[in-house]
Nanobody
Framework: QVQLIESGGGLVQAGGSLRLSCAAS????????MGWFRQAPEKEREFVAS????????YYADSVKGRFTISRDNAKNTLYLQMNSLKPEDTAVYYC?????????????????WGQGTRVTVSS
């Protein structure tokens, strides 16, 4: 059974940085695309970033492009999201997810395993 455990969330001032991590159980982490999604209060969950199995393909939502960086370490079964220049509108619960396939994608329906989420709050 696949388990995804996010960490690294917290409270930060606008303009600050945070690094989220997602530790995955199982020996097949390196075979799958991975993604980060977020859900702000009273809003629907939305795509943030995605990375293919080997890191060769990466997609970002327009709202985070140039500020966030997704990466992965397959030797450590860990996915990362480096978030810089944070804005109050980045406040949300951030979820990592494993895609059914090896490539990257922004389509939420293609992800079949989800973590419990880590909360990020950006104060103005």
């Amino acid at each position: 059974q696949v388990q995804l455990i996010e960490s690294g969330g917290g409270l930060v001032q606008a303009g600050g940085s945070l690094r989220l991590s997602c530790a995955a159980s199982g020996r097949t982490f390196s075979s799958y695309g991975m993604g980060w999604f977020r859900q702000a209060p009273e809003k629907e969950r939305e795509f943030v970033a995605s990375i293919s199995w080997g890191g060769g393909s990466i997609y970002y939502a327009d709202s985070v492009k140039g500020r966030f960086t997704i990466s992965r370490d397959n030797a450590k079964n860990t996915l990362y999201l480096q978030m810089n220049s944070l804005k109050p509108e980045d406040t949300a619960v951030y979820y990592c997810a494993r895609r059914r396939y090896s490539g990257a994608s922004s389509s939420m329906g293609e992800y079949d395993h989800w973590g419990q989420g880590t909360r990020v709050t950006v104060s103005s």
